[in-house]
T-cell receptor, first 114, second 113 residues
Framework: KAGVTQTPRYLIKTRGQQVTLSCSPISGHRSVSWYQQTPGQGLQFLFEYFSETQRNKGNFPGRFSGRQFSNSRSEMNVSTLELGDSALYLC?????????????FGPGTRLTVT | AQSVTQLGSHVSVSEGALVLLRCNYSSSVPPYLFWYVQYPNQGLQLLLKYTTGATLVKGINGFEAEFKKSETSFHLTKPSAHMSDAAEYFCAVIGASGSRLTFGEGTQLTVNP
């Protein structure tokens, strides 16, 4: 099976712009989660989608949003970019929502905001 | 709320020496515990996980971890370090939140020849 894929791998944006990141989960996986990784804050949970519905949300401002499509692919959007949004954004997929399911991570999208 | 604390942001060992990376958790419910490894410019790879059952968990690449409820610990060990083990290691927990992973701060492992 192919692993989790994320596009693009690298992105440079300017403050005030918006950005959309894409994640394709492993075939058959219905849950997709997003995490932000920064040197200062570490790995932080953004949100989780299952069957096209947001099931869980982390403590991030409303500028961060996401969605999931019927084929389980997911996108996350960040509007009005700030310098502090520069980070590695990781997507993870799993078969289901329960904690016992393994989460498989993609390689991430490195976002730089200038 | 659940949390994990990794003791030591940097650990340095010699090739062939024991690797011990420490993780303590806090959870109000029986937790699921995980260790992930991250190589430079890559995502996270699952090394091992504890859900229920046997408290000594064996993972990939010769790593293992022991769940000790009395000590609220889940330390990661490997008997003999290889140069290829140099990476950042993250302990994570899923507790009452259901499926959200809460990560520790990470431990950067350096392996010296």
């Amino acid at each position: 099976k192919a692993g989790v894929t994320q596009t693009p791998r690298y992105l440079i944006k300017t403050r005030g712009q918006q950005v959309t990141l894409s994640c394709s989960p492993i075939s058959g996986h219905r849950s997709v989660s997003w995490y932000q990784q920064t040197p200062g804050q570490g790995l932080q949970f953004l949100f989780e989608y299952f069957s096209e519905t947001q099931r869980n949300k982390g403590n991030f401002p409303g500028r961060f949003s996401g969605r999931q499509f019927s084929n389980s692919r997911s996108e996350m959007n960040v509007s009005t970019l700030e310098l502090g949004d520069s980070a590695l954004y990781l997507c993870a997929s799993s078969e289901g929502l329960a904690g016992g399911y393994e989460q498989y991570f993609g390689p991430g999208t490195r976002l730089t905001v200038t | 709320a659940q949390s994990v604390t990794q003791l030591g942001s940097h650990v340095s060992v010699s090739e062939g020496a024991l690797v011990l990376l420490r993780c303590n958790y806090s959870s109000s419910v029986p937790p699921y515990l995980f260790w992930y490894v991250q190589y430079p410019n890559q995502g996270l790879q699952l090394l091992l996980k504890y859900t229920t059952g046997a408290t000594l968990v064996k993972g990939i690449n010769g790593f293992e971890a022991e769940f000790k409820k009395s000590e609220t610990s889940f330390h990661l060990t490997k008997p003999s370090a290889h140069m290829s083990d140099a990476a950042e290691y993250f302990c994570a927990v899923i507790g009452a939140s259901g499926s959200r992973l809460t990560f520790g701060e990470g431990t950067q492992l350096t392996v010296n020849p």
